[in-house]
């Protein structure tokens, strides 16, 4: 039998017997921890060695099946290569696979027990070599992070036992050691009672997965250390604050220290310089020594200001020899809660957030230095600047660089329980697990405490409130010595409509009417939305709402959208082919809510949220006079930094331009502003619009010169005409066939179909352009959102109606020629599907030159769901590959989310119109076109309207977009498919789990008119 530690609880029986049970630490709620150290502020120390690196690995179905004494280096006769760090599930097609849930455990509830039969468990192995300057030092070890439990064995010797995966193990393993090699394992596993609290929308993953790393103190060594700035009533002037814990690990009593903190600017330059002295520790004892270091009118740090200072922190002997030392930085800012309102440095700052987990689409939660790095450029360049840790604690470095680069941060504890929250299973009311809940946010405090990115702490995510969140709150109170805030969003019941407890107003995806009810039956808090804006897939439709809401009133201080990066995990099949792995089967959704692909490529909707955020902003006063209103809604910041650039358009194309260097707009305030352009040159039928582009003067750590910060698009007011088209003299012959109206000019030919009632064949030169028939199209390749709520998805509804497969016959056809140079013809057409008939009347006005002006009526039975668009689709020739068109764009706009795409002349490819949503869906429409032109060599098919339409040009068909998200694979080339919409319905973005576009987005009309205009013309 293996050997196992036990613990062994007393059970007072009926009969007063004393009866024993045998308990897996792993499935006991005593026991997170056996022989760690205790937690403490993280810091580089000196000369560490790394351990990670290829190591071997046994793997196992169950610990059971785990030889006894596989730490002797016995019973495991095979060992794989592996990579340290990394999760095992993405190291071989061999292990268990990574599973994707959000509610349900991927095993039965049973709290605290993990199954009986099931629960792979991996041994790691390796070898290593302390240093002999180490000598006469304690030796530790580091594990950073370890999903979800593991026990570590070093020559042969127990030594401890860990949980909680998103917080360090440190083991204190001098007793272990001996000259040479040391043999070190490690028993992970991937299910544990901590299981039960880490049910997070994610992958779950198993292994070690962050660094490990070796690292030697003397035995009096600065075991812990608190550095924080206390700012005086007016922001101005500060006090640095430092406390050190100082450990004697000797055996005896120590001789008299010194603690010195040495406190520099940027520069490098000394600040100031304190000492403070300890008599003597007794051995196995801890001192506490407090330093303060006045500094006059230092550089605040702040999001928009991340000015840092270095603190260097040495332990000394009486005659000044260094025993310790570490540097670590200190930013001086104040944060508090005055009168319902979060204030940083005195100012009640909006947070223009996101939630983000630490994910690699091929190393899942095993990420690096630099793609941290480049996950906060991109923040900073949309204009992001908070960040959630949803929903534990990230990597150390994370909270350096947003230190560096400026990012406010809700720091939140590993603590989530959603599926037996869900069910009615409360952790926050039952006793048994106040000790997990204290302890995570207390570890996660006493690691993180020192940074100043982090604004407030978050005791973690959708687990219930109770007595055992009031502890955590209280210990965190008692712990932290800056009391940030603390925030905590759920309730009881599960998604309970009421008021969130704690420091702050919390909720999620809640309606704007919901959220200002909820903003006013609490005025002495701040409402900071945790969760809002969800963005799967083709999304955040409507984003700017919550904005307009939030700019209502200073208590209203932003939220934090979800989320930042797709989770999908980049895979081999059974073949060794590459797959997106990218459903979560358990839930029945798909793992894609991110502003950003897996591999890091901003989605088109980043677009809208930049322009959303952007903290330079521009309105119309008299633009036709240039005079305008420029905002600076920065709190800390001037517009020294940026100068704008104007540009005069007409008709899509630009006629002046210039470029102002002094805005001189102090942060919080307005300025109004002359842009100096010849008024003279705006005329009467033309269309004009002023565009505003914010650009940096300098480079940045985050971004380079002449960056373009924010912008705007203000259109002028002037009355614009339509250019009339004069009629062609050119004759035109018409023949009246059996199934066909066949219309001949010069270079062209047109046949509509009386079966169809549409344009059939349109050649140009003897070359037909027309693929297929024209034909009315209602559907879309659903988005994620379409497919929100099963059964009560707009998607659902579309399938029901079998608008997809609806069927166009006409019921009447007439064709009568206008004199010589025009033939009308109408058709009369019935569109079937399961919910009913939709009736089209389409005109077509066949001119000698080749134009047909198209003029269209549909009526829409009460019982069809609302439409995914109403308009025409063409099927091309593949030889049409380039676009050209007068609108939105670049990038794609629909009705709820085209605010930050400017009206001009726009080209592209037809090939790079794609987007490639992880999970294949409706992407590339334009909205607001004028007109567009298809080119193919030099024949140019010509489309316009009277009035704003849609379209959406791309090289694959509906159908094949629709099947790609089985096959992954997109069959692209054929021919050109191109989408010509009166409208089409809007993205949606409130959530992902239920019909939720707003009203004024939705296609529900029993009427539409839609009017186009086709020229073909071209050498």
Not at 777 to 789: A, C, I, K, L
Not at 969 to 998: C, F, K, N
Request: with cysteine; proline share 5%; aromatic share 12%.
């Amino acid at each position: 039998m293996r050997i196992q530690r036990t613990l062994f609880l007393s059970v007072l029986a009926l009969a007063s017997s004393l009866s024993i049970a045998q308990t897996h630490d792993w499935e006991n709620l005593a026991v997170s921890s056996i022989n760690t150290e205790k937690s403490h502020s993280h810091y580089e120390p000196a000369g560490k060695v790394l351990l990670n690196g290829n190591w071997q690995f046994a793997y196992f179905k169950h610990p059971s099946q785990v030889p006894a004494e596989f730490f002797l280096g016995k019973g495991i006769t095979q060992w794989d290569a592996i990579k340290v760090p990394s999760n095992w599930q993405l190291q071989s097609n061999r292990y268990d696979p990574p599973v994707f849930t959000n509610i349900k455990y991927p095993f039965e509830m049973n709290p605290p027990y993990t199954p009986k039969d099931y629960n792979p468990t991996g041994v790691y192995r390796t070898q290593f070599t302390v240093p002999n300057k180490w000598k006469g030092e304690q030796v530790f070890i580091h594990f950073a992070g370890v999903q979800s439990a593991m026990e570590l064995f070093i020559n042969g010797k127990q030594v401890g036992y860990h949980e909680d995966a998103m917080l360090p193990a440190e083991f204190n393993i001098t007793p272990y050691l001996k000259k040479g090699k040391n043999e070190l394992y490690v028993e992970v596993l991937n299910w544990s009672d901590g299981s039960y609290i880490e049910d997070q929308d994610f992958w779950r993953l198993s292994g070690i997965y962050r660094d490990v790393y070796l690292f030697a103190t003397p035995e009096l060594r600065m075991r812990d250390f608190s550095v924080y700035p206390q700012l005086d009533a007016q922001y101005r002037d500060a006090t640095l604050q430092v406390q050190v814990e100082v450990q004697n690990l000797g055996e005896k009593v120590s001789d008299a220290l010194v603690v010195q903190t040495t406190l520099k600017d940027s520069k490098g330059n000394v600040i100031g310089t304190e000492k403070a002295s300890i008599a003597d520790i007794a051995a196995g004892k801890e001192a506490t020594v407090s330093a303060q270091i006045a500094v006059k009118n230092p550089l605040k740090w702040t999001a928009e200001t991340p000015n840092l200072y270095k603190v260097e922190l040495s332990l000394l002997t009486a005659k000044g020899k260094v025993l310790q030392s570490f540097t670590q930085n200190v930013g001086f800012r104040k944060i508090e809660l005055s009168n319902g309102l979060l204030l940083v440095n005195g100012k009640p700052v909006k947070f223009k957030g996101v939630n983000r987990h630490e994910f690699d689409p091929y190393n899942g939660r095993t990420i690096t230095r630099q793609s941290m790095i480049d996950d906060i450029i991109l923040m900073k360049t949309h204009n992001i600047n908070a960040v959630r840790t949803s929903h534990y604690p990230n990597q150390p470095e994370w909270y350096a660089l947003c230190d560096e680069y400026g990012l406010y941060v809700v720091d939140e504890a590993n603590i989530e329980s959603h599926g037996l929250w869900e069910s009615g299973y409360y952790i926050g009311e039952r006793p048994e697990w106040q000790k997990d809940i204290v302890e995570r946010n207390v570890n996660m405090v006493a690691r993180d405490k020192n940074h100043p990115c982090i604004i407030y702490w978050s005791m973690g995510n959708e687990s219930g409130w109770g007595k055992n969140f009031d502890a955590a709150y209280e210990a965190i109170k008692a712990l932290d010595p800056q009391k940030r805030p603390v925030h905590y969003e759920s309730k009881n019941p599960a998604y309970a409509g009421v008021l969130s407890h704690y420091d702050i107003i919390s909720n999620m995806y809640t309606e704007l009417n919901h959220l200002n009810n909820l903003f006013t039956e609490d005025p002495k808090r701040p409402v900071i939305i945790c969760e809002y804006a969800h963005s799967m897939g083709n999304s955040l439709g409507n984003f700017r709402k919550y904005w307009e809401l939030f700019a209502t009133n200073e208590r209203y201080q932003g939220g934090f959208t979800w989320d930042w990066k797709d989770q999908a995990l980049r895979c081999k099949d059974k073949n060794g082919k590459e797959y997106w792995n990218i459903i979560n089967h358990i839930d029945k959704a798909n793992v894609n809510d991110g502003l950003v692909n897996a591999t890091g490529v901003p989605q088109p909707e980043m677009h809208e949220l930049k322009k959303v955020y952007q903290y330079f902003n521009v309105k119309d006063i008299d633009i036709n006079t240039g005079l305008v209103l420029i905002s600076n809604s920065n709190y800390f910041v001037n517009s020294d930094e940026v100068y704008l650039q104007w540009e005069l358009i007409e008709n899509g194309k630009p006629i002046a331009n210039g470029v102002i260097n002094d805005l001189n707009i102090a942060p919080q305030s307005q300025r109004a502003l002359q842009i100096p352009f010849k008024t003279k040159l705006v005329q009467n039928g033309k269309e004009y619009f002023m565009n505003f582009r914010f650009k940096n003067k300098k480079a940045t750590a985050w971004a380079s010169k002449d960056f373009e910060v924010a912008k705007e698009q203000l259109a002028f007011p002037n009355r614009v005409e339509r250019e009339l088209t004069k009629n062609s003299d050119k004759k035109l012959t018409f023949t009246d066939e059996a199934t066909n109206f066949t219309v001949k000019g010069d270079d062209f030919t047109a046949v509509f179909s009386k079966k169809t009632g549409g344009l059939s064949q349109f050649t140009h030169k003897g070359k037909n352009l027309l693929s297929e028939a024209m034909v009315p199209s209602f559907w879309r390749v659903p988005t994620d959102n379409d497919e929100g709520g099963f059964e009560q998805s707009y998607a659902s509804a579309w399938r029901k109606a079998g608008l997809k497969e609806a069927t166009v016959t006409a019921t009447e056809t007439k064709a009568t020629p206008i004199g010589e140079t025009q033939v009308k013809i109408v058709a009369h057409n019935r569109i079937e599907t399961k919910a009913g008939n939709i009736s089209q009347q389409v005109t077509y006005l066949i001119n000698g030159d080749g134009r047909i002006d198209i003029s269209t009526n549909v009526e829409v039975p009460a019982s069809m769901p609302p439409l995914a668009r109403v308009g025409m689709l063409l099927t091309l020739d593949k030889s049409f590959n380039k676009v050209e068109w007068y609108g939105k764009g670049p990038y794609e706009t629909y009705a709820d989310r085209k605010e930050s795409a400017f009206v001009g002349i726009h080209s592209s490819a037809v090939k790079d119109m794609y987007f490639p949503y992880v999970m294949p869906s409706e992407n590339g429409n334009h909205t607001d076109t004028r007109w567009l032109k298809l080119l193919s060599g030099t024949t140019e098919l010509y489309i316009s309207a009277p009035k704003l339409f849609n379209f959406n040009v791309q090289d694959y068909s509906d159908d094949a977009l629709n099947q790609s998200k089985e096959t992954q694979e997109l069959r692209r080339g054929d021919h050109t498919y191109l989408h010509i919409d009166e409208a089409q319905m809007g993205v949606g973005g409130d959530d992902s789990w239920s019909p939720r576009v707003h009203k004024e987005f939705l296609l529900n009309q029993p009427y539409y008119h839609y009017e186009f205009s086709i020229q073909v013309g071209g050498k």
